[in-house]
Every structure is written in structure tokens, then in C-alpha cells.
């Protein structure tokens, strides 16, 4: 699958993805990329994040590629048992936090979870850190494959954000080509 032929849904996380966050820097440059807003970044509330998300699906004209970045993950899982999954090519999960934790700050969090299980119909990619403050490696290794996703291990790479220095990620952008490219 190419670029132009895809509807890129960007789902950022927990208070949005700042402008030197990798997700907003491809919005800026995909021409069919867009975000998934949010009304209330800050205190998320399950049912309204995954409402949007299955909206945005709605109102796309292309097939759906997911661009999922924390809690904007467990969002888009939540919402597949909502949405027409044929229009939904694939999803590209980054930094998939353990929202089961109830070690997680803030606690509001664990609204998102548990994840649901089983294997999710369409192909799937995460990448996780093996030192996120949110979530264990091997947690993420454990909802991968419950979901049939292939998994990359991004070594210590922290969250994944612009505060763990991938603003530009240009590893990402590269892997998601390929991921992109076998659709």
C-alpha cells in the first residue's frame, strides 16, 4: 500500500502529541494523515476517546491505517468491536501502555483497560522499549501476540516521545514504510 492510498488516523496519547512529538511531525508531512481529537486530552474518558476513533473510521474514504501512540492503543482496541473492520487496513501501535498496571499514574488511566484479547483482524505492528516507565517489555510482548502482532523491540528507547528524544524518529518513519509497503 502506498501513502496516498491510505487514510492515516494519528490516535495520540494522554495529553496529545506535542509539535515536536514524531506522530504531530508525520501528520505534517502524510497529506492523507489526521488526527483523532480528543475533547478532553487531559482527563480522557474511555467512551468519548473511542467514540472519536470510530468516527474518524466512519468518515474515511480510504482504507484505514491506525498511527496509535500510548493510550491512544487500548482507544483504537477498544473501539474495533464498533467499527466496519474492513475499511481498517492495519494499525501501527507504539508504546502500547500496561493500562491493567494499577501502578499507573495517574490512575485514571486504568479506565482503558484491561485489553481486550484476542487476535485483532487486521495486520499489526508494536514496537515497545524495553525500559517505558509505562509498561514492561514483556507486557508488551504478552498483548502482542494475544493480538497476532508482529513486535519490534526498540531496545531502551523510554517512552517513545519527544521526551525520550524520538521527536523526528526517522527509525519509525523508516519501519513504518515497510509496514506500509506490505499492506
Known sequence: MKLKDADILIVPGYTNSGPDHWQTRWEAKMTTARRVEQAEWS????DDWVTNVVRAVEEATKPVVFVAHSLGIPTVVHAVPLIDTSKVAGAFFVAPPDVANP?????????FGPYPEGALPFPTMVIASRNDPFSSYEKAEEIAKAWGARLMDAGESGHINAQSGHGPWPEGTLTFAHFLAKL
Open 103 to 111: 501502578g499507573i499514574r495517574p490512575q485514571h488511566l486504568q479506565t
Open 43 to 46: 482527563k480522557p474518558v474511555r
